[in-house]
């Protein structure tokens, strides 16, 4: 199983970034997909969760309004575009995906947000 992120990068507040998370050696359609971010010194927290055919979603309220996650079930891949970034957001994203209880992570892809 690979999770593949892209994406991250160095932005300023206000900016926005998509990042991408391309998996294999799962099959996709029946995983639920989600984006978690970790900062310094805390614990990982759910960023964004889709479900399997992409028509229901859940947000942290951190990012409600913001970041909109999204799934392609043909490219085996899922997005998170985040917009009006701010500096709390600076964290590793980490792609993550779930079937019948086995996660699965990807190796994370770092987003920093300077005010």
């Known amino acids: 199983v690979q999770l593949v992120e892209s994406g991250g990068g160095l932005v300023q507040a206000g900016d926005s970034l998509r990042l991408s998370c391309a998996a294999s050696g799962i099959t996709f359609s029946l995983n639920v997909m989600g984006w978690y971010r970790q900062a310094p010194g805390k614990q990982r927290e759910l960023v964004a969760d889709i479900n399997r055919g992409g028509g229901s979603t859940n947000y942290a309220d951190s990012v409600k309004g913001r970041f909109t996650i999204s799934r392609d079930n043909a490219k085996n891949t899922i997005y998170l575009q985040m917009n009006s970034l701010k500096p709390e957001d600076t964290a590793v994203y980490y792609c993550?995906?779930?079937?019948?209880?086995?996660?699965?992570w990807g190796q994370g892809t770092q987003v920093t947000v300077s005010s």
């Open positions: 993550m995906s779930r079937f019948i209880g086995r996660t699965y």
